[in-house]
T-cell receptor
Framework: KNEVEQSPQNLTAQEGEFITINCSYSVGISALHWLQQHPGGGIVSLFMLSSGKKKHGRLIATINIQEKHSSLHITASHPRDSAVYICAVSRNQFYFGTGTSLTVIP | KAGVTQTPRYLIKTRGQQVTLSCSPISGHRSVSWYQQTPGQGLQFLFEYFSETQRNKGNFPGRFSGRQFSNSRSEMNVSTLELGDSALYLC?????????????FGPGTRLLVL
């Protein structure tokens, strides 16, 4: 059983669309992280959340601690947003979701 | 500030050999974590070092080991390589203890075991 479940696994969107990626977890956590991985492997940390909501540019991340659920939203999606988005939760170590592969078509 | 660097970037080894990978964290960062990424298992936590001490270890066999030096640089070693060890190995650094703040990832070392 995975401690972190993500959905959807794959997502194709038209440029400009609003995108939502969901993450559910089953363990107690210190924080939840959203990561972005581009082809070639490099990983960038987008958000770290322990409560509420954070916004950075067109990206918004929310977390509901009681429901053990987080969402990553991308507004006005762009082809450069195409990447794998990974949800991770941290306690005394990291537990990772399997990732959502996003393709944004011009 | 320079980012996290990993060497080598690519490596080909044969079964039974051993390999050492190196990670230099961002200057001032004292925590270094190592991860394995494979198409089948995704990202998995290997271990974390903080101030030269291993703080946490994931569910990997004893063939996987690591250490951290006084300058926070870290190495991981895999002995008696198996085909299944072929993966992208990533390290990440943070100022303090992993899990409580943002991690900064290196570009990874891609290991192929033949």
């Amino acid at each position: 059983k995975n401690e972190v479940e993500q959905s959807p696994q794959n997502l194709t969107a038209q440029e400009g669309e609003f995108i939502t990626i969901n993450c559910s977890y089953s363990v107690g956590i210190s924080a939840l992280h959203w990561l972005q991985q581009h082809p070639g492997g490099g990983i960038v940390s987008l958000f770290m959340l322990s409560s509420g909501k954070k916004k950075h540019g067109r990206l918004i991340a929310t977390i509901n601690i009681q429901e053990k659920h987080s969402s990553l939203h991308i507004t006005a999606s762009h082809p450069r947003d195409s990447a794998v988005y990974i949800c991770a939760v941290s306690r005394n170590q990291f537990y990772f979701g399997t990732g959502t592969s996003l393709t944004v078509i011009p | 500030k320079a980012g996290v660097t990993q060497t080598p970037r690519y490596l080909i080894k044969t079964r039974g050999q051993q390999v050492t990978l190196s990670c230099s964290p961002i200057s001032g960062h004292r925590s270094v974590s190592w991860y394995q990424q494979t198409p089948g298992q995704g990202l998995q936590f290997l271990f974390e070092y903080f101030s030269e001490t291993q703080r946490n270890k994931g569910n990997f066999p004893g063939r996987f080991s690591g250490r951290q030096f006084s300058n926070s640089r870290s190495e991981m070693n895999v002995s008696t390589l198996e085909l299944g060890d072929s993966a992208l190995y990533l390290c990440a650094s943070s100022l303090r203890v992993t899990g409580q703040e943002t991690q900064y990832f290196g570009p990874g070392t891609r290991l192929l075991v033949l």
